[in-house]
């Protein structure tokens, strides 16, 4: 029996979290022991307790409540909280995932004490340095023992960054190992679609229609925090509302809820507010959300793991950032890059709506990457 401590923090990290736990469970009960540590970086109900109440994760074994802040300041008191923890509990490795300040956190701390550390959804890159996530997640890489890539062109990103593919173990932080994976989102996504029927009524309560509804979420720091971006964003909203007589819901992350208001001009605030076509909601759970994704017309986001469900679920998507991590979904012809630019953003509308077929290739794996994971975790890390 080996221990793992598994680090989450963040809204998406506790459901990537529900996917290596569900594999534990059900595959390797006797072999591995999961300490769970959340790091408190999300709270509300709605972005943290609802999830694990949902989503069959197991409770927390610590939670060290850092709550909102600076990013030093968070990051530093979830290192403090992370090493005291890692001290204690002497794991064999520890689970990171993606690129929140909660996994820099994990990252640092378990370095300096030598702990390995395994790094699920390597490998992905913006080329865009002033996004917090991509400090994060070049830092991680970079002290990983094993780093899981979910796509081909994470591998690539880590090869011309100087990892080896072929390298044999003992593996160490001098000596990685980078796996082509698969995406444990896709696994989750695969695993929870089966069981959202229960929860469509979300589509009913909001007034919609299946396929009749454009679905978006935004959240990224240089949205919202913004006007200008953020005027852009809401002016395009409302005039792809307007222009086409269809519904948009946003389930509103508590950053740009609290963010609207004094970051909106006071004639757009009120247009917003008063337009019956856009539904501004409190976050959903995952399955509320999976709901409104697979019965979406369309999906507009800023977020990186709604772009990729919008894709599992066969939908259009309109990315507003200036580029993306996911760029197999643009190849693919089923995402365009519109940034906040309101014109893109109408033209890819009007594209999308005119597209005959869209094509959404198998490239996330077979819906058994945390298996996988936990595989050769076992097999590398003693
Ligand atoms: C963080 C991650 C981002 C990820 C996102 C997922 C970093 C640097 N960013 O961004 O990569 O895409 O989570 O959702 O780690 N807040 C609440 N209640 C909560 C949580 C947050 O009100 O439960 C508000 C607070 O005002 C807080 C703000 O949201 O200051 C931002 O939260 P924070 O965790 O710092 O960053 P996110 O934008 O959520
Ligand atoms: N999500 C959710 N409820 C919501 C919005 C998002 O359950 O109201 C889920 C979504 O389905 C995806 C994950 O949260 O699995 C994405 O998290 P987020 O957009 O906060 O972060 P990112 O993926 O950009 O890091």
Avoid at 158 to 187: A, C, Q, R, W
Avoid at 216 to 241: E, G, M, V, Y
């Amino acid at each position: 029996m080996i221990k793992l401590l598994t680090i989450i923090g963040a809204r998406p990290q506790i459901i990537k979290a529900a996917a290596i736990s569900r594999a534990i469970k059900n595959k390797f009960p006797d072999k591995i022991q999961e300490v769970i540590v959340h790091t408190g970086q999300h709270y509300d109900n709605n972005m943290s307790q609802i999830f694990f109440d949902e989503l069959d994760i197991p409770h927390p074994n610590y939670n060290l409540n850092v709550g909102s802040g600076l990013h030093g300041k968070q990051t530093a008191v979830m290192i403090e909280g992370i090493e005291e923890i890692l001290l204690k509990e002497k794991p064999k490795c520890i689970i990171l995932y993606g690129d929140t300040n909660s996994t820099l956190a994990g990252a640092v701390a378990a370095s300096k004490i030598h702990v390995p550390i395994v790094h699920i959804e390597a490998g992905l890159r913006s080329f865009n340095k002033s996004m917090p996530e991509e400090i994060n997640r070049i830092i991680c890489d970079n002290v990983s023992t094993l780093l899981f890539s979910p796509t081909k062109s994470g591998i690539k990103n880590l090869v011309k960054e100087g990892f080896k593919l072929k390298n044999t173990g003992p593996y160490s932080i001098n000596n990685p190992k980078v796996y082509h994976s698969g995406d444990i989102m896709y696994d989750n996504s695969l695993f929870f679609s089966s069981l959202t029927e229960r929860s469509v009524s979300i589509i009913k309560d909001n007034g919609l229609e299946n396929e009749k509804y454009v679905l978006a979420t935004i959240h990224r720091n240089n949205n919202t925090d913004d006007p200008k971006r953020l005027n852009s964003l809401f002016r395009a909203i409302n005039k792809i509302s307007v222009e086409n007589k269809i519904n948009v819901i946003l389930p509103l992350h508590p950053r740009t809820a609290k963010l609207l208001a004094k970051n909106l001009s006071s004639e757009l605030y009120s247009t917003v507010k008063t337009n019956k076509l856009i539904k501004i909601i409190k976050p959903v759970s995952f399955l509320e959300m999976i709901a409104l994704e697979k019965n979406a017309f369309l999906i507009m986001t800023d977020s990186g793991g709604v772009q990729k469900e919008a894709f599992f679920f066969k939908k259009p998507c309109i990315i507003l950032r200036p580029e993306t991590e996911w760029v197999e979904l643009v190849n693919s012809g089923s995402a365009i890059i519109a940034d906040t630019n309101e014109e893109h953003i109408l033209k890819a509308f009007n594209q999308f709506k005119k597209a005959k077929k869209l094509k959404f290739p198998e490239i996330f794996g077979d819906g058994n990457a945390a298996e996988f994971i936990c595989a050769e975790i076992l097999k590398n890390i003693n």
